[in-house]
Every structure is written in C-alpha cells, then in structure tokens.
C-alpha cells in the first residue's frame, strides 16, 4: 500500500493562498488517480478534488471550484492543491488519498490510501 505524507498546511488570513503537497512513497502513484477531501471540526470529511492519472483530467467540489487547482508530477510521485481567496470556511485538516481507479472521483469509498492529514486554518 502506498504511503502518503501532506505538507504545506499553515495559518493563513481570507484571502490568501496556501499550496498543499503529497508526496507517495511508491512509483505505482503514477498508475492511480489522486485526491483530496477535507474535515472540518464537528463536520463529515468531504471531496475536495481529483485528478487522474497522467494529470489530464481533474473534478472539483463546487465549492472550490475556480479557486483551487489540482496537479500531479509523476516523475517526482508528488501531488498539489494549490488554494487560492482562502476563506474561513476552506477551515479543516486536508487529506491526500490514492484512489483504486485511473479515472477521477468523488467517492471517498473509491479512494485505499490515506495520509495523515495536514491543518489549514484560514482566519478571518
């Protein structure tokens, strides 16, 4: 199974810009979509965004849609969320996950491998 290990998370004020990294243990990343969900405090964890597997096709939840920008760099079995005009309620502990699929999805059932976790508090 694949090890995922998120960093970049941080304080930041509305408005602001955060860029989140995954990096997997295993070249087999490269064969597998990717993806993002959130947790925020007292709420269930929720899809953020997916990738596929060469990086040519990506889903957005709407409510980061237009601010937010998946990617991946196979060659270096590295994964991005770059977030941009944070706002207070992008508040939560950001997840990376490996999905079982190429293709990108929203299900977090779809998804085998899970980081740790990283916290991105936005204030206000």
């Known amino acids: 199974q694949v090890q995922l290990v998120e960093s970049g998370g941080g304080l930041v004020q509305a408005g602001g810009s955060l860029r989140l990294t995954c990096a997997a243990s295993?070249?087999?990343?490269?064969?597998?979509?990717m993806g993002w969900f959130r947790q925020a405090p007292g709420k269930e964890r929720e899809f953020v965004a997916s990738?596929?597997?060469?990086?040519?096709?990506?889903v957005y939840a709407d409510s980061v849609k237009g601010r937010f920008t998946i990617s991946r760099d196979n060659a270096k079995n590295t994964m991005y969320l770059q977030m941009n005009i944070l706002q207070s309620d992008d508040t939560a502990v950001y997840y990376c996950?490996?999905?079982?699929?190429?293709?990108?999805?929203?299900?977090?059932?779809?998804?085998?491998?899970w980081g740790q976790g990283t916290q991105v508090t936005v204030s206000s």
């Open positions: 295993q070249r087999t990343f490269s064969t597998y979509a």
């Open positions: 990738i596929n597997w060469t990086g040519g096709s990506t």
């Open positions: 996950a490996g999905s079982k699929f190429r293709f990108p999805t929203t299900r977090g059932a779809d998804f085998g491998s």
